[in-house]
């Protein structure tokens, strides 16, 4: 946990105990059992899954504040049924990960990681031809202003779309949930999934995952894409059917993609990394020293309203602060 996050939690006074594993070790069961049991409030990165049989071993359990702004990783209804608040980091992340998003489509388009790759071996003596062909995110050489589809119009949505204007793009835009705010977006058309697929450039994922969302994106979609067309996900990964993918990026239904998320973390499908037209990153969207940095001290503050039994700031059940359960465990 960065230090700033640490310092709000030495101001707060209250009790840290920070369970660490080593880098390729797994975590020791009866370690993490023995201090979780201790434990009012748990504090797990996303990699961590929180299920419900985990939480009914801590009845004095009276808060989950998740560092990170996605929250798929814990059982939010048997939180809610079991009185646990839960929360997450939202904001802080927004701007960094729509970053990420635009540089992956960037280095995507434009092979810069085969271009790097093609300088560091020396292979630069030989004419590097077409092999490092990109294709034009902007208007280009024949002045054609390329199609972003954006899937999900939340706040990184939202983002990429701004960083999507100084390329002139056409913006069509996918959320069922935010149809009326896309439609009164400015240079944003609504557009539902097929059409949106068939049309885009570049296609990108920026929904939660749930269940109607997961493989959101298999083959059927997939084949409804253009052979010249992108698809970036930075969202999560099971919205997109990791297998259907490989298949068509081996056959050509697609040009390429950029993924910063996968299935089944840290493995992938098959074949996945030997392609030579995708970019692969390690579930990096957030990943930069200032916003680990905001997201600890956000996470940190939730913590500490929890511990003290009141309402948190970001909390994402809410209704379970009005139930039975949760001032039982108050109580406790």
């Known amino acids: 946990m960065p230090e700033v996050g640490r310092e709000v939690l030495r101001k707060a006074k209250v009790e840290a105990i920070f369970v660490h594993v080593p880098r390729g070790r797994t975590s020791s069961p009866k370690e993490f059992m023995k201090k979780f ?34 929250f798929n990783n814990i059982d939010i209804r048997s939180a809610t049924e079991l009185g646990i608040p839960v929360t997450n980091t939202p904001d802080v992340l927004t701007e960094t990960t729509a970053d990420l998003a635009w540089a992956l489509l960037m280095a995507t388009a434009r ?10 071996s020396g292979a630069w003596e030989k004419s590097p031809d077409k092999i ?55 240079g944003v058309e609504y557009q539902e999934l097929y059409n949106l697929l068939k049309q885009s450039d570049f296609v990108t994922i920026h929904t939660p995952l749930t269940q109607e969302s997961r493989h ?50 840290p493995k992938l499908a098959p074949g996945l990394a030997k392609l030579d037209n995708v970019v692969l990153l390690p579930h990096i969207g957030s990943a930069t020293e200032d916003t680990r940095g905001q997201m600890a001290v956000v996470a940190a503050k939730n913590a500490v309203a929890m511990s003290k039994g009141k309402r948190p700031p970001n909390i994402v059940n809410p209704e379970v602060l009005e139930s039975t359960e949760y001032r039982r465990r108050l109580e406790q």
């Open 37 to 70: 049991v201790e434990t009012d409030v748990l504090l797990p990165r996303t990699a961590h899954t929180i299920s419900r049989s985990l939480m009914k071993i801590n009845p004095r359990l009276c808060g989950i504040a998740n560092y990170g702004v996605g």
């Open 111 to 120: 092979r810069i990681p085969q271009g790097h790759l093609f300088v560091r």
């Open 132 to 186: 490092l062909w990109g294709r034009d995110i902007g208007p280009g050489g024949s002045n054609t202003p390329k199609v972003l589809g954006v899937i999900g119009f939340g706040r990184i949505g939202r983002a990429v779309v701004r960083r999507s204007r100084g390329f002139k793009m056409k913006v069509m835009a996918y959320d069922p949930y935010l149809k009326e705010t896309i439609e009164k977006a400015k």
């Open 216 to 265: 959101l994106i298999g083959k059927d979609e997939l084949d409804l894409m253009k052979s010249s067309a992108i698809l970036i996900n930075t969202s999560r990964g099971p919205v997109v059917d990791e297998k259907a993918l490989v298949s068509a990026l081996k056959k050509g239904k697609i040009a390429a993609a950029g993924l910063d998320v996968f299935e089944k973390e």
